[in-house]
């Protein structure tokens, strides 16, 4: 199974842009690239998908690498709200053994 | 509203005991999973079901036995056989097609073996 590597935390503060990094360099080409996010003593929350092209939707956007190798999640204007983990995972469709890493945490200061 | 429901929100169980988690979907999804999360740690897969009256083992399967009896629901059983049962239990669901479907998650039970 592909793995992804990411940041253990990052900072940032309150109404800034906040850019998550996610490497992924063993993606095979039917690998969607998968973001949730967790808060505290609660189930993950879909964020957002893609395959090739750039997606943005209301929460967040995801650039992704012309090679694939690599995305990045983008939060244009963090509140404290989105203070989380966030697990960017890769997905295909005969891919139920899914490898979670530690995911990075996200401290929004005020 | 449609969702994925777990119960019970905390569980304490007592050694050599077996207790069931409960998993209840109305969002007609075909696929369910059943994860362990450790402090700190990322999901692992324990059983996930692609269908009804099928199921297959995760990474982690040991001491743990599932059923799909009903397209909603996905019971998950902690035996006593599993070693160190204290964690985070999540339950999801998703359409089959993986790759391009969102998953979705309950909102986890915390076992505690006392």
């Known amino acids: 199974d592909a793995k992804t590597t990411q940041p253990n935390s990052m900072e940032s503060n309150e109404e800034e842009p906040v850019h998550l990094p996610c490497n992924h360099s063993?993606?095979?080409?039917?690998?969607?690239i998968h973001w949730y996010r967790q808060l505290p003593s609660q189930g993950p929350e879909y964020v957002i998908h893609?395959?090739?092209?750039?997606v943005n939707n209301r929460m967040a956007s995801l650039a992704i690498a012309e090679d694939r190798k690599s995305s990045t999640l983008i939060l244009h204007r963090a509140t404290l709200r989105d203070a989380a983990v966030y697990y960017c995972?890769?997905?295909?469709?005969?891919?139920?053994?899914?490898?979670w890493g530690a995911g990075t945490k996200l401290i929004i200061k005020p | 509203d449609g969702g994925i429901t777990q119960s019970p929100k905390y569980l304490f169980r007592k050694e050599g005991q077996n207790v069931t988690l409960s998993c209840e979907q109305n969002?007609?999804?075909?696929?369910m999973y059943w994860y362990r999360q450790d402090p700190g740690q990322g999901l692992r897969l324990i059983y996930y079901s692609q269908i009804v009256n099928d199921f297959q083992k995760g990474d982690i399967a040991e001491g743990y036995s599932v059923s799909r009896e009903k397209k909603e629901s996905f019971p998950l059983t902690v035996t006593s056989a599993q070693k160190n049962p204290t964690a985070f239990y999540l339950c999801?669901?998703?359409?089959?097609?993986?790759?391009?479907?969102?998953?979705?998650f309950g909102q986890g039970t915390r076992l505690t073996v006392v």
């Open positions: 969002l007609n999804h075909d696929a």
């Open positions: 995972i890769l997905r295909d469709d005969s891919n139920y053994q899914l490898i």
């Open positions: 063993t993606i095979s080409g039917t690998d969607y």
């Open positions: 893609g395959l090739t092209s750039n």
């Open positions: 999801a669901s998703s359409s089959r097609g993986l790759g391009n479907t969102e998953a979705f």
